[in-house]
């Protein structure tokens, strides 16, 4: 089992930044993906940001250029670095992790989730 502790979320104004923390603990693979997706009200989950134990990350296009992802793999932590915030980025953040096995199949883990609130 794998457990995600998230932590950072707030209310911050539009144009201010945030960082969102997420520290894991417990069976986590070598080769496993961390990341970071949010839920506003009435919306589905949507990816914000991934990346891979190598190093390898990956955006989506609303957090491209404000946004930046880093991990630390001592810690077992990673970190959402969150720039030039909109209201429309107003979501619960959820920290993701994936265990890959050596054979490709994959286990996901999902942390409680964080608010960010972004006032106009």
């Known amino acids: 089992q794998v457990k995600l502790v998230e932590s950072g979320g707030g209310l911050v104004q539009a144009g201010g930044s945030r960082r969102l923390s997420c520290a894991a603990s417990?069976?986590?693979?070598?080769?496993?993906?961390m990341g970071w997706y949010r839920q506003a009200p009435g919306r589905q989950r949507e990816l914000v940001a991934t990346?891979?134990?190598?190093?390898?990350?990956n955006y989506a296009d609303s957090g491209k250029g404000r946004f930046t992802i880093s991990r630390d793999n001592v810690e077992n932590t990673v970190y959402l670095q969150m720039n030039s915030l909109k209201p429309e980025d107003t979501a619960v953040y959820y920290c993701n992790l994936v265990n890959i096995f050596r054979d490709g199949l994959r286990n996901d883990y999902w942390g409680q989730g964080t608010q960010v609130t972004v006032s106009s």
């Open positions: 417990g069976s986590i693979f070598s080769i496993n993906m």
């Open positions: 990346i891979t134990s190598g190093g390898s990350t």
